[in-house]
């Protein structure tokens, strides 16, 4: 009998990224000097004061055994600190706080604990896949709040249908944003969480990308009075602490909502390795260390390498306050495929073309951050050569 993937699946858009892929793999095959602009990932090494606190935590044989569910408090209560110095937000750890296998864990499942068959779940475009998949996973109705160059990439909350605003169960937000690293205003927080209370649903704020800024620090979405009653915000040490490979990260929030969220992972995981909690409790009670702090330097020099070099070609880039992504509005005439296409076969520059994250991303391309400031002048050299 032919495998058929479960409806499920099937019921995501397609990957369009296939097509790039490819086209990468044949350039690196071919023996051109590819330089990818592709990918999230920190290319600096995780800091050697969390590696070390993980050497010792490996040695340790309570640690070989099965985790706690719900994360070790040591990790917790320092999460909580975290949350108190760094946004002002006062955390119950018991009740409000539990650790993630990454936020991407923690997405995925989410919805599972919050969404029933049917109900509304506003995503908004472009976006992280994720929401989207998860959404659909747990048989939520996706309905998409595009965010605009002109609106700042925030999502116009009046313009959702009431009908759909009391049928949806699910907000996601994601500030600072992937892919367009914009950062939110404290007034579209409240905003948003009044949206919520009015009607009834819950938000999960993603906020992976909150310490990986240049100028003004991001604000939670648990700052604004009333927020816990409908509010779960998410956190990664992925980027912070360039330790996306460790997969650790925590949810804080509404008490009933990190219950539920833990009552899915206590049938789908059994936590994280305690060792890697031990380390990421280090980790959190320096995150101003030197060794963490600097990279935003590098990533400042390169960010503004890129986006003087994009401007100068004729890309539209406006300066991201967050993230390590430019977001480029393409020449005219050009869809994102068709760009990222040029680019790889002309300059083998790797772009992301916009359209992965959902249609309103069709007229623009993400660049990251996490190649060397050398390099990156030499993509924007060869994509000057480029007679766009
Ligand atoms: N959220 C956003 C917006 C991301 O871009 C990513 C990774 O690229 C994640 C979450 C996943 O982060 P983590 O490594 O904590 O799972």
Same mark, same amino acid.
């Given at each position: 009998?032919?495998?058929?993937?479960?409806?499920?699946?099937?019921?995501?858009?397609?990957?369009?990224?296939?097509?790039?892929?490819?086209?990468?793999?044949?350039?690196?095959?071919?023996?051109?000097?590819?330089?990818?602009?592709?990918?999230?990932?920190?290319?600096?090494?995780?800091?050697?004061?969390?590696?070390?606190?993980?050497?010792?935590?490996?040695?340790?044989?309570?640690?070989?055994?099965?985790?706690?569910?719900?994360?070790?408090?040591?990790?917790?209560?320092?999460?909580?600190?975290?949350?108190?110095?760094?946004?002002?937000?006062?955390?119950?750890?018991?009740? *409000? %706080?539990?650790? @993630?296998?990454? &936020?991407?864990?923690?997405? $995925?499942?989410?919805?599972?604990?919050? !969404?029933?068959?049917? #109900?509304?779940?506003?995503?908004?475009?472009?976006?992280?896949?994720?929401?989207?998949?998860?959404?659909?996973?747990?048989?939520?109705?996706?309905?998409?709040?595009?965010?605009?160059?002109?609106?700042?990439?925030?999502?116009?909350?009046?313009?959702?249908?009431?009908?759909?605003?009391?049928?949806?169960?699910?907000?996601?937000?994601?500030?600072?944003?992937?892919?367009?690293?914009?950062?939110?205003?404290?007034?579209?927080?409240?905003?948003?969480?009044?949206?919520?209370?009015?009607?009834?649903?819950?938000?999960?704020?993603?906020?992976?990308?909150?310490?990986?800024?240049?100028?003004?620090?991001?604000?939670?979405?648990?700052?604004?009075?009333?927020?816990?009653?409908?509010?779960? *915000? %998410?956190?990664? @040490?992925?980027? &912070?602490?360039?330790?996306? $490979?460790?997969?650790?990260?925590?949810? !804080?929030?509404?008490? #009933?909502?990190?219950?539920?969220?833990?009552?899915?992972?206590?049938?789908?995981?059994?936590?994280?390795?305690?060792?890697?909690?031990?380390?990421?409790?280090?980790?959190?009670?320096?995150?101003?260390?030197?060794?963490?702090?600097?990279?935003?330097?590098?990533?400042?020099?390169?960010?503004?390498?890129?986006?003087?070099?994009?401007?100068?070609?004729?890309?539209?880039?406006?300066?991201?306050?967050?993230?390590?992504?430019?977001?480029?509005?393409?020449?005219?005439?050009?869809?994102?495929?068709?760009?990222?296409?040029?680019?790889?076969?002309?300059?083998?520059?790797?772009?992301?073309?916009?359209?992965?994250?959902?249609?309103?991303?069709?007229?623009?391309?993400?660049?990251?951050?996490?190649?060397?400031?050398?390099?990156?002048?030499?993509?924007?050299?060869?994509?000057?050569?480029?007679?766009?």
């Amino acid at each position: 009998m032919p495998f058929e993937p479960a409806d499920r699946l099937q019921a995501l858009p397609p990957y369009l990224f296939i097509e790039i892929d490819r086209k990468r793999r044949e350039a690196i095959a071919a023996g051109k000097d590819v330089i990818n602009l592709g990918v999230g990932d920190p290319d600096f090494p995780t800091p050697k004061f969390i590696r070390k606190r993980m050497a010792v935590a490996l040695d340790d044989p309570r640690n070989h055994r099965y985790p706690f569910d719900e994360g070790v408090p040591e990790f917790r209560e320092q999460a909580a600190k975290f949350m108190k110095q760094r946004f002002g937000v006062e955390v119950a750890w018991q009740r *409000e %706080l539990i650790t @993630l296998i990454g &936020t991407k864990e923690g997405l $995925g499942h989410l919805p599972l604990a919050v !969404v029933n068959p049917g #109900d509304h779940v506003l995503v908004p475009q472009p976006a992280y896949p994720v929401y989207q998949a998860a959404s659909i996973f747990a048989g939520g109705v996706p309905y998409h709040m595009p965010l605009t160059e002109a609106n700042g990439w925030l999502p116009d909350l009046s313009a959702i249908p009431s009908n759909v605003a009391r049928s949806a169960s699910l907000m996601f937000l994601n500030y600072p944003n992937n892919p367009t690293g914009a950062c939110a205003t404290i007034e579209l927080f409240t905003e948003a969480v009044e949206f919520a209370r009015a009607n009834d649903l819950v938000i999960v704020h993603d906020a992976a990308y909150s310490e990986l800024y240049f100028d003004q620090r991001p604000n939670s979405i648990l700052e604004p009075p009333g927020a816990k009653d409908v509010c779960v *915000e %998410l956190h990664s @040490l992925s980027k &912070t602490f360039n330790m996306t $490979g460790w997969r650790i990260g925590w949810a !804080v929030g509404n008490t #009933d909502v990190i219950a539920a969220l833990a009552g899915i992972k206590s049938n789908m995981d059994s936590g994280q390795f305690n060792a890697i909690q031990q380390a990421g409790t280090e980790a959190l009670a320096h995150a101003d260390h030197v060794e963490v702090k600097g990279c935003l330097d590098v990533y400042r020099e390169r960010r503004n390498v890129l986006v003087d070099g994009l401007n100068k070609i004729g890309f539209g880039v406006t300066r991201p306050e967050a993230t390590f992504y430019v977001w480029a509005r393409c020449p005219e005439g050009y869809t994102s495929m068709e760009l990222a296409g040029r680019a790889l076969d002309e300059a083998s520059v790797v772009l992301i073309p916009g359209i992965g994250f959902g249609e309103p991303g069709d007229r623009y391309v993400r660049a990251a951050l996490t190649v060397e400031a050398d390099r990156i002048a030499e993509a924007v050299k060869r994509l000057a050569a480029i007679d766009w």
